[in-house]
């Protein structure tokens, strides 16, 4: 470093490595997720200051990549994830708060991995130069975790760059400093040149979203955030985009029928950021069209489709607007520009819009107050580089009367424009007019008012429509302006307590579809296939939710075409014209039972024999010669046998395998996995078996399966009685030993259980939850186990998955996998995962517990989190978070901290969006548990709980291809109905069983036909 200026200037210098240790093909696929598994250690000593080891706890090629960072001059303060380095600032155009002073000197280990060195401050004067150097040591295995031990490698990382730079200045220079000090070219995307948009007033606000508002929420000061209006629509203003950790996006798709179509375009919408960007046909990952965001810290700005417009002569990025809004099928930007200088200023909208009927994404960009102007846009165009650069010829472009036509490797893109549009590259991004990236493609238009693109894709190699043999399709597509209306008509009444619950329906139903039919989210933006015990909750739970039976129904026809000849399926597969052959095996030992539960579920709600005599196909590798069809009850059959033949010897207990629902806990040994058995597991076989049996009763009467089925879940639920109930509580894993002659089995040692001293782990709830929903408790038991969860397992934001954080050792696995390797804080780490607390608001239903239930609810509901969860901090209201993340540096911080967790007085952050088989799930408990209408054939089983406080609620449930209107009178029980009414009088029904609590009643279907009428009668429950 040499000072070149007149007078003595002070500095240090700041070095920052994104390290990720990891395989390009990895690192394409979520880096956030790197990161969650990346160890960042400081390590200190003598004529250094500070190194930090990076560790990259996912063996890679059966390998743990190592490296360490350091300086040969002492370094003073570090930090380890851009959090700490630049913060969120950047998402509203400020400078970075973490590099105006001195650097936190603290392990955050967090999303954005960032090994940052920061020197001692040097005072230089007028030509006075200044040298160090910043080493690097590569390690190809470090199996240990990262010790002191170490210090010896930075120590020769130090050496080695010492050795290194001596021999450089030792050679005679071959160029001034000046002249090799290149600057970094200039440009659009650069800090401070997006144009900045005021904050609207609230009469702006209010003549462009007229009241009334629902859910309004305000800041500290008053301040407006956000609001849904009366049409669904959600509206956040920039000061809530700038005070959350996870910025406001949305995921828009097109598609009008419940049903997989390689066809359908899906992109995500961000508000600060690409309006449309990660456009991708069909299937999320293989085919990408333009690229998306890879953080979500606002450093990223050259992504999908950027706008610009022109100002004074210069191209200025729109990017944080005033006020940004979502509905279902589309997203828009507000931005109110004040004058400066001699522009103008103005009001220029953006809007995204994915409409159902058609397979096409619209983009508009107008200028509804001030001068015509030139406008830009961006297109950065996805390839398989990505995120590295392209080669030249990635992409081609091609002008035509009507628009441009991009052709990449993967895809042919057609924007068609009344507007004429100059095609140029990325030249125009930067300021010395040089392009310099060929996959950006650059629109220009004249000065005008407004431009409108309608952008389509025409893919290479996908089918150009899924079979359709019954064409419903066709018919969805006629009455496709209502699709949204109609698949999300379940509705509640506007209470204000249920006002959270009324304005979330609408959104969990579009998450839902979008975890189903175009699997992705905003943080984990790749995906694309399904996980078989996912689309088997989610998915079909929304589906019979919504009483779309024939939707249902074709469902199950495409999991069971899934599934392996040896009875199994992957973990998961492709479900789309040209993925069908991805295969991601071998499974956990939970997933086979869940299309059985599918099927049993789907029996029960529809009656239909029909599926049973279905021939379905199996599936066959590419190589492989095809297995002939075979009926949808072999199918099962093979399933059930295939989960006999992984009992545990001398025991109807399925084997752990590789692993339950609860990902962190897959097993570090792999012996484990024939000898251990989960409890979570074998309930989830009891129920599977349990329900099966129900839904072949309804549709085949005394079939001699149904006895068999009775009989085996009877012998599962009395070893999971007599091997894992151990001193009235339920364990969450038991290892076994084999049986020998005279000897039976003897359990060797539990996992999650109060005799458990090996994990440190006492309780675990999904194993309590779900045996108490599958009414494998008596009473007392039951009771017991509730007690237990309050007691151990309750935090303020939700029922978490053990008593305590399972321990971490630097990234060393003893006893599970992710549990012992991940050092990010969230997600199963954090132990509060939303879907696990949803099947606790289901065993509560089942309960009885009216006010549980209710409260479970607000805490995972976004507009009720921030007011019902102490510590919970602010988040996007119409998204679904999969977890609570208490805010912790890192695992040792959370594990010390963990009281304070369980109070919220850590903070509470919402976790990864959307792309989760939870609002499925969530959708099902708020219909059939909480305003409790459960279809069942040619009858229906009424069984709400609700608390008092909700007297008078009205609902709206689909049902048997209407909309049920119901009132509930809630009494001080608020469960187990007294009484039904409808047109004045009194409907005639029968008890449903329930073992811990009076039950619901069942009705014939016929009995609410006049109600089912459009404008018929209400259904009145009466709840004491």
Known sequence: MLNDGPVRREVDIVHAHDVALAAPAMLRINELYVSQYLDVTPLHGDGFGTALAVRQNLAQMGETPWCV???????????????????????????????????????????????TLQTARWRLEPGERLATSFAGLLVDDHPAATSGADVRLVQQAVDLARTAASALHAAPPK???????????????????????????????????????????????????????????????????????????????????????????????????????????????????????????????????????????????????????????????????????GDAGGVLEVRTTAPPMVHVVRLSLHVTSGPDRRMMLALHLATGDDPLPAPRGAATVHERHDGVVVETSTSTMILRSETPLHVGDDGPLFDDGLGRCPSVVTLRTNPCPGIDVEVTVDPTGVAAAPSDPDGREGRAAQDAGAWWPAVTAVRVGAAPEAEPLAVSLPWLVRDALVHFLSPRGLEQFTGGAWGTRDVTQGPLELLLA???????????????????????????????????????????????????????????????ATLLGERVPWYTPADAPPAPATTMRSHLERALGGARERFLPGTSLVAYGHGDWNDSLQPADPTMAATMSSAWTVTLHHQ??????????????????????????????DDLRRHLLVEGELAGYAQLDLPDQDNPVRVRRLLVH??????????????????LGDDLFDPEEAA???????????????????????????????????????????????????????????????????????????????????????????????????????????????AARYAEVLTGATGLEGGWRIYSSGPGVLLRIVVQSVLGVRRRARTVEIDPVLPPRLDGLTADVPLAGGLLRVRYRVGDRGHGPAGLRSGGRDLAAVPAANPYRPGGLVLDLAQLDRALRPGGDELEILLP
């Open 784 to 894: 017991h186990h509730v007690a237990l969860v309050r007691e151990h397992l309750m935090g303020v934001d939700g029922v978490r998955l053990f008593d305590r954080p399972p321990p971490y050792s630097g990234g060393l696995m003893r006893h599970f996998q992710r549990a012992e390797t991940a050092t990010f804080v969230g997600r199963e780490i954090g132990l509060m995962y939303v879907h696990a607390h949803l099947r606790w608001c289901e065993a509560m239903a089942r309960w009885g517990d009216s006010e549980a239930l209710w409260l479970g609810l607000q805490q995972v509901l976004p507009p009720a989190t921030v007011t019902v969860v102490p510590g919970a901090r602010r988040r996007q209201a119409n998204a679904y978070p999969s977890s609570s993340d208490a805010a912790c540096l890192d695992r040792e911080d959370f």
């Open 688 to 717: 599977s078996l349990r329900t099966l049996a129900d839904g072949l009763e309804v549709v085949a009467g005394g079939d001699a399966l149904v006895g068999a089925l009775r009989a085996e879940a009877g012998a599962v639920a």
């Open 69 to 115: 960072l350091a300086c040969t001059t002492p370094v003073v303060a570090w930090a380890t994830d851009a959090l700490d380095v630049h913060g969120w600032a950047a998402r509203a155009g400020r400078p970075s708060d973490g590099l105006a002073g001195d650097l936190a000197s603290r392990r955050r280990q967090h999303e954005h991995t960032l090994a």
């Open 175 to 341: 160029a001034s400093w000046a002249a090799v000090a290149l600057a970094a070219p200039s440009g659009v995307y650069d800090a401070g040149r997006a144009l900045a948009a005021r904050p609207m007033t609230h009469a702006e606000v209010e003549r462009i979203w007229p009241p009334p508002w629902r859910a309004v929420e305000r800041g500290e000061d008053g301040a407006l955030l956000s609001f849904f209006t009366s049409g669904d629509e959600h509206v956040v203003t920039q000061a809530k985009e700038v005070s959350i950790l996870r910025p406001h996006g949305t995921i828009l798709r097109t598609g009008a029928a419940a049903v997989p179509d390689p066809r359908s375009l899906t992109v995500t919408s961000w508000m600060t950021g690409s309006p449309l960007s990660y456009l991708t046909q069909g299937h999320a990952s293989n085919c990408r069209i333009l690229t998306t965001v890879r953080g979500y810290l606002g450093l990223h700005r050259e992504y999908g489709v950027r706008v610009l417009v022109e100002v004074a002569g210069r191209w200025r990025l729109l990017d944080l607007p005033s006020a940004f809004s979502m509905t279902l099928d589309g997203a828009r930007w507000v931005h109110v520009v004040e004058p400066d200088g």
């Open 754 to 771: 109060p005799r458990d001293e090996e994990t440190g782990l006492r309780h675990g709830s999904l194993q309590m939850i779900h045996a």
């Open 546 to 608: 919504l009483d779309r039976q024939a939707d249902a129904r074709a469902l199950l026809l495409r999991i069971f075409a899934a599934q392996n000849v040896d009875g199994t399926w992957p973990q998961a597969f492709g479900f789309l014209p040209g993925d069908e052959h991805f295969r991601m095996e071998p499974p956990h030992g939970d997933v086979v039972h869940w299309p059985v539960l599918a099927v049993g579920r789907y029996l029960l709600a529809s009656g239909d």
